[in-house]
């Protein structure tokens, strides 16, 4: 079983940035992606940014494009959200998801960790 545990938020304030880690947990990952999505207060779970754990494929929301980046580290089985230029919107909890087919389909969840972005 595959079991993803993210950590790095926090509180900071606008135009700050911040990193999220991801460690997978369980078994070595040899599936085909690793997402991060968010959840605000209020609103529906929304999809960020992916990457396919083979590497050479990256999908970003248009929300933070150019400003967050996703990355992996397939040796210690960690996937990473650098962001930046954070802003109060992207106050949200975040969540690490591993997908075992495609970017359509994330199969393992995390609990979440929350970013809030202070004006």
């Known amino acids: 079983q595959v079991q993803p545990v993210e950590s790095g938020g926090g509180l900071v304030q606008a135009g700050d940035s911040l990193r999220l880690s991801c460690a997978i947990s369980?078994?070595?990952?040899?599936?085909?992606?690793m997402g991060w999505f968010r959840q605000a207060p209020g609103k529906k779970r929304e999809f960020v940014a992916a990457t396919r754990w083979s590497g050479g494929l990256e999908h970003y929301a248009d929300s933070v494009k150019g400003r967050f980046t996703i990355s992996r580290d397939n040796s210690k089985n960690m996937v990473y959200l650098q962001m930046n230029s954070l802003k109060p919107e992207d106050t949200a909890v975040y969540y690490c998801?591993?997908?075992?087919?495609?970017?359509?389909?994330?199969?393992?969840w995390g609990q979440g960790t929350q970013v809030t972005v202070s004006s």
């Open positions: 998801a591993a997908a075992d087919h495609n970017f359509d389909e994330f199969d393992y």
């Open positions: 369980g078994r070595p990952f040899s599936g085909f992606a």
